[in-house]
């Protein structure tokens, strides 16, 4: 088991491909706290978990609010008493062509994509600071972060600067002994997709991907059992991009 003994806090952990990395987490040895919105689904998660054998928690939680999420961490270092790895995917994604986004709709984006990933690793990374934690952390990001697609400018926006906060931070917390890394998922198949999986486009998206299929957030997982084991450890401020090729197609 790769991630045997760690903690690992998993935002969005409660669904697509949040849940999909708490599960793997799990079953690679690491106890997993997960956060979300709604407390059916995180339940739910948490009850997946422990069929399977393996120790997980729930903490409702809005990443955007800086009192819930310092209340979330205290609330995992209360339970075990770390935390090692740490995954910022809590994430929206609401498509409106550039010239119709509301202000409203242009903040909620910052506000949960960026702050929520800004607070939470601040907070995470603290606490690791001063326990002298080696721990890894690991952003959501996407290929819309490093390319860009129409009626997403609010989101490929967030998703470029999760990027950019993961490289910033990895300087500064290499000689820390913490490593930062962004994760860049392609076109995966969870609730944010299935619009789009069920809608008239859905050919033109696959002609998009050279190996001409959705991802699974499984597939995802695995990268971000990677980032979050040893076996990536002396990698850091790198972007990896999982997405059946479609950033490399020209036409
Ligand atoms: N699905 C894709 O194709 C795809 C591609 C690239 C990147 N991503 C990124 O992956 C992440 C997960 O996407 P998904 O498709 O699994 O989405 P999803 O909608 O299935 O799950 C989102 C999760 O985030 C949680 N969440 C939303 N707002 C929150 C908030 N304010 N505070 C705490 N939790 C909150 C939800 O409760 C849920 O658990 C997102 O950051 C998304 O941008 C997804």
């Known amino acids: 088991m790769r991630l045997a003994g760690k903690v690992a806090l998993v935002t969005g952990g409660s669904l697509g491909i949040g849940q999909a990395v708490a599960l793997l987490y799990a079953r690679e040895g690491a106890k997993v706290a ?13 009850r997946q978990i422990a069929a399977e ?8 939680a809005n990443v955007s609010d800086k009192a ?54 601040q907070g995470v990374a603290r606490f690791m600071v001063e326990r002298g ?21 609010h989101y490929n926006a967030t998703k470029s600067a999760m990027i950019n906060m993961g490289m910033s931070m990895a300087l500064e917390l290499a000689p820390l002994g913490i490593r930062v890394n ?11 997709t299935k619009p789009a999986i069920d809608g008239p486009h859905i050919g033109s998206i696959l002609s998009s991907i050279p190996m001409a ?3 699974q957030p499984d597939e995802i997982a695995s990268g971000a059992v990677f980032l979050a084991s040893d076996e990536s450890r002396y990698m850091t401020g790198q972007t990896l991009v999982i997405d059946g090729g479609q950033l490399i197609k020209l036409a």
């Open 34 to 46: 997960i956060c979300g919105r709604g407390r059916q689904a995180l339940e739910e998660t948490v």
């Open 53 to 60: 054998g393996g120790t997980a928690s729930a903490f409702e």
């Open 68 to 121: 819930q999420v310092d209340r979330m961490i205290a609330g995992v270092q209360e339970q075990w008493g770390t935390i090692d790895i740490l995954v910022n995917n809590a994430g929206i994604c609401d498509p409106a062509p550039f010239l119709a986004i509301t202000e409203e709709q242009w903040d909620r984006h910052m506000d949960i994509n960026v702050k929520g990933t800004f607070l939470v690793s």
């Open 213 to 215: 299929r959705v991802g």
């Open 133 to 153: 934690v080696r721990g890894s952390i690991i952003h959501m990001s996407s290929v819309n972060g490093l390319a860009a697609e129409a009626d997403q400018v």
């Open 182 to 192: 962004s994760l860049c998922p392609g076109f995966i198949e969870t609730r944010l």
